[in-house]
């Protein structure tokens, strides 16, 4: 009696399923990725609080503190994508990666299940500093951290699929490392997460503007000051579905 071929989604079911009990089998990596983004805030978010107030709008400031907190997000999923890059090398180095390979599983259900589990756990770690949403005195209403969170997963989605297109074709974590210095770390400094991008020197915005995770980030921060940019938000899904395109399109070249 022959055996059904496995579906595309019941296997990225399991592979979805296996990277959330990594991520709770592993507390240390949430604890690197949430507390380091959070240091990070408390110091910079009381450091400049008094020399900085943005603009949201040419006749609105918010405190720094709160314009900090929508960029620490993005740099918890952009740390949380890099985590699960490197989950992805030693998968290859231990032989599971391989053992999957030759099996009748779909590829493209591996790149989704990856992906999915990834974006799933970043957003899982980014949510968690929505609770800071009153402490910087922020109000968006129902409907403002709705929006926030979508944006969010949108971003997680992005970067965890970015973060498993590059990982594939890495032969060793170090060479990973260097794609994270390189491309991750610059994406994020230039993404608008820590000062503004206006009144930046001309070049530099224009930079940032082209930069994706600037539309991801404006698309999280306008949402959780109550005035939603629909344009950034609409920007941060095309984001993700190409991420995701790109991610599933390495994965499935022999």
């Known amino acids: 009696m022959m055996r059904r071929k496995p579906t595309i989604s019941t296997c990225s079911?399991?592979?979805?399923?296996?990277?959330?009990?990594?991520?709770?089998r592993q507390p240390g990596r949430w604890i690197a990725a949430i507390g380091t983004s959070a240091i990070i805030w408390v110091l910079l978010g009381s450091g400049f609080a008094r020399s900085l107030t943005?603009?949201?709008s040419p006749d609105e400031t918010i405190p720094f503190a709160a314009w900090l907190l929508p960029g620490m997000m993005t740099l918890v999923a952009v740390?949380?994508?890099?985590f699960s890059s490197l989950s992805t090398i030693e998968d290859r180095q231990s032989g599971w990666l391989q053992a999957v390979l030759v099996s009748p599983v779909p590829r493209l259900s591996i790149a989704m299940g990856r992906t999915l589990g990834s974006g799933t756990v970043a957003f899982i770690q980014a949510g968690i500093l929505l609770a800071a949403i009153?402490?910087?005195?922020?109000?968006?209403?129902?409907?403002?951290?709705?929006?926030?969170m979508?944006?969010?997963?949108?971003?997680?989605?992005?970067?965890?699929?970015m973060g498993l297109a590059f990982a594939w074709r890495c032969t060793s974590s170090a060479s990973f490392h260097s794609i994270m210095n390189l491309v991750f770390m610059p994406m994020w400094l230039l993404s608008g997460s820590v000062f503004p991008v206006?009144?930046?020197?001309?070049?530099?915005?224009?930079?940032?503007w082209c930069n994706p995770l600037t539309w991801c980030t404006t698309a999280i921060r306008t949402s959780l000051t109550g005035t939603p940019d629909w344009g950034m938000i609409g920007l941060s899904i095309v984001v993700a579905v190409i991420g995701i395109g790109a991610a599933n399109a390495v994965v499935s070249r022999r």
């Open 13 to 24: 079911w399991i592979v979805w399923r296996r990277e959330l009990i990594r991520f709770v």
């Open 54 to 56: 943005p603009e949201i």
């Open 79 to 82: 740390f949380s994508a890099i």
């Open 134 to 148: 009153p402490l910087v005195g922020l109000s968006p209403g129902v409907a403002g951290v709705l929006l926030g």
């Open 150 to 161: 979508f944006a969010l997963a949108m971003t997680s989605l992005a970067m965890a699929a």
């Open 198 to 208: 206006q009144g930046a020197a001309r070049w530099l915005e224009i930079v940032a």
